[in-house]
Every structure is written in C-alpha cells, then in structure tokens.
C-alpha cells in the first residue's frame, strides 16, 4: 500500500556524516575538489547507494553523475533535482553536498512509501561547481546548458594537473554509471542549498524562498601617474595613482550600496608598481566585483565606476582604464516553481521568506533551459567555503521536507 512520503531524518544526517568524512580535514571541513580521488570517492558512495536502491546510475562526458528513479511515463523529460559534491580547499561539509544529499534522500522516502510520480526524477551531482582546482566554476551545468567546452581542453589546475586527463579518470573511475550524452530536456529543475550568508540565521526563518540569481560582472581598474621620489616629490609635482584609486574606491562605496540594497561593490584585489615603501606608484590596480538581479542596473552601477574612477584620476593629473574581466548575467527563476515551493513550505507550516542568491549557483544556468527554483537553508553565522560552516540538524530536515513536497508537486502535476 502506497504511503505518503517521508524523509528520514536520521539517515540524512547519517548521510551527511559519511560524505563528510571523504575528504575531511583536520578543522572539520572538507578538501574535496573537483576530479580528485576525493571526488572520485564521493561520486562512488553516492552511485553504490542509488544502486543499491534499484536506481540508474548515468554520467556524462563532463562527468555530471545522475541518478534516476522512473516515473509512470518514461516519455517525459525528468524532474531533476540537485546540486554537486566537490568543495573549496579548505570548505565546509554542507555546501553543495547538502542538496545533492536531501535531493537523494527525496528519492529515497518516494522509495520508500512506493509513491509513483507522473515523470521521472532524477537527482544529479553537478561537476565542478566550486571551481577551486579548475577554472571556471558551474562547469558541469554550463557544459550540460550547451557551454562550447573545447577551449577547456587544455585547462591545468592550480595543483599542475591536466583537467582533460583528471576528468578522464574520474569517468573511468565508476563504469557503473553509462555514459550519455551531455544536455537533455528537463521538466523543472529544483536545487536544496544552504543560504551562505546570515538572514535566515538572523530573523529566525528556516527556509528561503529564492527568486533570482544576482548578475556578476568583474573590473579591472587600472590607474597610472607618474613614479617618483616619496620623499622629494612635492604635493604639487605629484601625479600619484594611489591618492586616485583610493578616492574612486571611497566615492563608490559611499554612493553605490548605501542606497540600493539589492547593490554589491567590492574591491577584492589591489597592487601598486613598482611597489616600492619610498616610491610614488607608477601604477595602481584594483578588481571590483559588481553584482545586481536586475541587468540595467548594473549596467549603471558600472558606468558609474567608469565616471567615477575617471574623474578622480583626473583630479590626480593621472589616466584610468578599466578592463570587463568577467560577466555572468542573472537570472529570474520560474514563478510557478517559486509557487510550488512557497505552497510546499505552507503545506509544512514552515515559515519562509523569498530572496535573491547573492552567489552563482548551476541553478542560474539550467534556469536557462527548464522552469527552475532554489530553496535556501540557514547557516551558522552565514559561514561558507570555511571549514566552521554548520547547519543544524532540523534545519537540514525542514530543508529536505520542503524540497519533497515541492519535488513531488513537480513531478505530477495537476
């Protein structure tokens, strides 16, 4: 007799704790990055349990690794739902992991009670997603959205290793899992991951409601004067690009978060050549990461970076340029899958609030392609790609209960 579905929250947790355990460091964290022997184990216990549960294990050519449960029309394209397993060098035990973990557990409980879905469901642990070992990032789900891959053939890690042959490897390491092809159409897509900053935490809400995916673009300022001796170089002969980099960074900082929430400036690198303690710079540079849901407004948050560096340049007798380094656009999520997991959470009692992801998820790129929607969990003290980050148990469980009812709503829909 088919019951209602259920998580287990004992054997998530337990889950949780096995995963962590590959890969672990000695401050409690995880070093699993992408196509190591850590990676390679974590794909495998993921692969040996669907297996051992009657599922099909699938991978593809960039080694995203799929796990189906059939639905009672094989014909429909799949409810996936996911995230990855790799990490950070020095990262936490739920980023990432977590979702993939409480998308496989869904599975499990649907499994479990015998409940038939009209479509198929598939979880899926994305490759790559951190990008810590092999630029860039999200390299599993934008390979699996149609990204041209070919320039990635000669990638080399920060650790020296070749991505074409670590990949290799990883694909030959689980010849349980067939190959198929990379990309194929989805029903919706639906993606479990802790918040990675404090809200959540702070107003007591156990689930995030996502909307969007922030839009990500980089800079390259560059600002150049005039070299020259610190000590015999008066404020009037002085064409000093450091007194202007720091005026620029002053002005938009003060101008471009304070009044717009939803605004992110940050200067994350700066250097002065020729770098000299009793030298006036020739040269300063500095990165600024510019983030916003809403594509025109980042257009002018970043022509405002081009007036203000200019204009503080010039009053240093100094030139600017600024160089796009990076863009990744954002991307709104589907309002009826938002509906699905607002309704799913009410359905729960679980209070919730909607939010825009600051950071880039593989959920931005299948967005692109299928109705997609995230659900957010809180984290201590919003710690992330740090090995202190932490979830609590009933916050994992109220997560993984959620994104069930909302997997099941998906996949039979009325």
């Not at 409601?209 to 390259?220: D, K, Y």
Request: charged share 20%; proline share 6%; glycine share 8%.
């Amino acid at each position: 007799m088919t019951r209602v579905p259920e998580i287990n929250g004992e054997r998530l947790l337990g889950r949780l704790d096995a995963f962590a355990r590959i890969g672990a460091t000695a401050a409690g964290g995880v070093n699993r990055q992408a196509f190591s022997v850590e990676d390679r184990g974590a794909r495998r216990l993921l692969a040996e349990l669907a297996l051992e549960r009657g599922f099909t294990v699938f991978q593809d050519g960039i080694a995203n690794l799929f796990v189906r449960r059939e639905g009672r029309d094989a014909a429909l394209p799949p409810l996936m739902i996911g995230s990855h397993l790799d990490s950070q060098p020095t990262g936490g035990r739920f980023d990432g992991a977590l979702g993939t973990l409480c998308a496989f557990e869904a599975l499990e409980a649907l499994e479990d009670a015998q409940a038939a879905t009209r479509m198929p469901v598939e979880v899926v642990a994305w490759a790559n997603e951190e990008g810590s070992r092999f630029a860039p990032g999200v390299m599993g789900s934008m390979a699996f959205t149609g990204a041209d891959v070919t320039a990635w053939a000669s990638i080399v890690g920060a650790d020296g290793a070749s991505l074409a042959t670590e990949l290799e490897a990883t694909i030959a390491a689980l010849p349980e899992a067939s190959l198929r092809p990379t990309g194929m159409p989805l029903s919706a897509y639906i993606e479990l991951h802790i918040e990675q900053g404090p809200a959540l935490e702070k107003e007591l809400t156990p689930i995030g409601v996502v909307t969007a995916v922030q839009g990500t673009r980089w800079l390259e300022v560059s600002i150049t004067g005039a070299a020259g001796h610190a000590g015999t170089t008066g404020l009037a002969y002085r064409r000093d690009p450091m007194v202007a980099a720091v005026a620029a960074m002053h002005r938009l900082q003060t101008t471009i978060m304070p009044p717009d929430t939803s605004a992110r400036l940050t200067v994350g690198r700066i250097s002065a050549q020729p770098g000299s303690i009793n030298a006036i710079p020739q040269s300063v540079t500095f990165t600024v990461d510019l983030r916003h849901p809403r594509p025109e407004r980042l257009d002018a948050i970043e022509a405002e970076v081009h007036r203000v560096c200019a204009a503080e340049a010039e009053v240093q007798h100094c030139s600017a340029t600024i160089r796009r380094s990076f863009d990744m656009p954002g991307a709104a999520f589907s309002p009826d899958m938002i509906k699905i997991v607002e309704e799913a959470a009410n359905s729960l009692q679980l209070p919730h609030k909607q939010m825009i992801s600051g950071a880039f998820h593989d959920a931005l790129f299948i967005a692109r392609v299928a109705p997609a929607a995230m659900i957010f969990v809180p984290c201590r003290d919003g710690l992330s790609h740090n090995e202190a980050e932490y979830v609590e148990p009933e916050h994992t469980i109220a997560g993984a209960r959620v994104l069930l009812r909302a997997s099941i709503a998906a996949a039979s829909p009325r």
